[in-house]
Structure formats: structure tokens, C-alpha cells
């Protein structure tokens, strides 16, 4: 019987298999230092657009987002102020703010929509993908008061704030604090495939990825 993995997950640094992957995926990372350029407003749009052809359960496309931008301060500081402390210390300096935000009940019927957070989820990954493609940088948050972003935003109680993102060309990683700077130059670390792909039964590696 295999053993349950799962809890104490070993991560492994990138691979040379990076090489079989589209280059979208293989510069996708975590940055949070940010240039002084500003978004262009097609630029942005389009990112956006991204999301409006993201798969969803029963086509529902429960998400919406609201977008602060630098050059209107004080929307920005609006979605500023939801984030956490640390958050706040490099997410100010970006030129765009997002909040994701998951409609948990289908139009239809009124009934719960248990793919909401996941289809925002995808959502997000097409807008981040679009992102690379453009030559932004995208780096979502956990790091925000849900609280707060629902009552500074009129946020309808059957609706949940899911993800912060800011939004911008990549800057220079060296006016970011020490630790901040560590984490940007450190490799990158993945579990491997055998960790989580199974076969036959739960904690199983499928021998075909060995």
C-alpha cells in the first residue's frame, strides 16, 4: 500500500523537462517589483478579455473584477488599504490593482455554485497568461481583508471577494527590501510529478511519469 504523501510534500527545483513547456508558462513567477510605466488602457483591456473566454461550469463566468490604476489615486488607494501591511510595501508602487471577485450562486436557479472560486481561478490564470504574452507581470495576493474589500466596495453578499493581483512591467528587484529581493532570485521549487499524479489508487504514482 503507498504511503500518503500528500501532507509533507518534498519540493524539487526546476528541471531540464522546463524545456518541453511553452515559454509562457516556464516565465511565469512570482515579482513583485514593478516599473514606474504605466498600463496602457488597451493593454489592459485586453488582459481582460482574456478572462471573458476562460471555461466555466454551465457557461456561468462568475467572475468580475475591480480594477484600481495608479493615475487615479484615490481609487487606488481604495484597493490599497485592503491589502495586508506586507503586501502593501511593494503592491504600492504598481500601476494597477485587481480584486477577483466570485458570484457564488448560479443566475438560473438561485442555487450554490460550488466551481465559483474555481472558475475565477481560471479566469485569473488566462489573465495571467494574456499578462506574459504582453509583457506585464502579474502577482496575485492571499493577503487581503475580505471584510474590508466588501464594505469599501459595495460587494453584494452573494458574491466573495476570492484574489488580489497587482498588475505592471517588470522593475528593477533591487528596490525591493532584502527579503523581498531573496525571493525573487531564489529557484523556483515544484513538487514532482510523482507526488501528485496517481493511478489505480489514492498515493499511487502512475508509472507512466516515471
Not at 54 to 78: C, G, H, L, Y
Not at 90 to 98: E, K, N
Request: aromatic share 8%; hydrophobic share 40%; charged share 20%.
Amino acid at each position: 500500500m503507498p504511503s500518503n504523501t500528500l501532507g509533507t510534500k518534498s519540493l524539487i527545483e526546476e528541471t531540464s523537462s522546463q524545456a518541453d513547456l511553452h515559454p509562457l508558462i516556464t516565465q511565469r513567477r512570482t515579482r513583485r517589483a514593478f516599473s514606474a510605466r504605466l498600463v496602457e488602457p488597451d493593454t489592459l483591456r485586453i488582459l481582460l478579455e482574456a478572462t471573458r473566454w476562460t471555461p466555466s461550469s454551465m457557461n456561468e463566468q462568475p467572475w468580475s473584477f475591480i480594477v484600481a490604476k495608479r493615475d487615479k489615486p484615490t481609487e487606488f488607494q481604495r484597493l490599497l488599504q485592503c491589502l495586508l501591511e506586507f503586501n502593501v510595501l511593494w503592491a504600492q508602487h504598481a500601476p494597477v490593482l485587481m480584486l477577483a471577485v466570485a458570484k457564488l450562486n448560479f443566475a438560473g436557479n438561485g442555487q450554490p455554485n460550488r466551481h465559483a472560486f474555481y472558475d475565477v481561478g481560471q479566469a485569473m490564470a488566462a489573465l495571467t497568461y494574456q499578462a506574459i504574452a504582453s509583457g506585464l507581470n502579474v502577482c496575485q495576493m492571499a493577503g487581503f481583508d475580505v471584510q474590508k474589500a466588501r464594505g469599501v466596495f459595495s460587494i453584494p453578499a452573494n458574491h466573495e471577494p476570492v484574489v488580489a493581483a497587482a498588475v505592471g512591467y517588470q522593475g528593477d528587484s533591487g528596490t525591493l527590501p532584502e527579503k523581498l529581493q531573496l525571493k525573487e532570485q531564489a529557484p523556483r521549487r515544484r513538487s514532482s510529478l510523482e507526488q501528485f499524479v496517481f493511478e489505480n489508487r489514492w498515493g499511487q504514482p502512475a508509472d507512466w511519469i516515471k
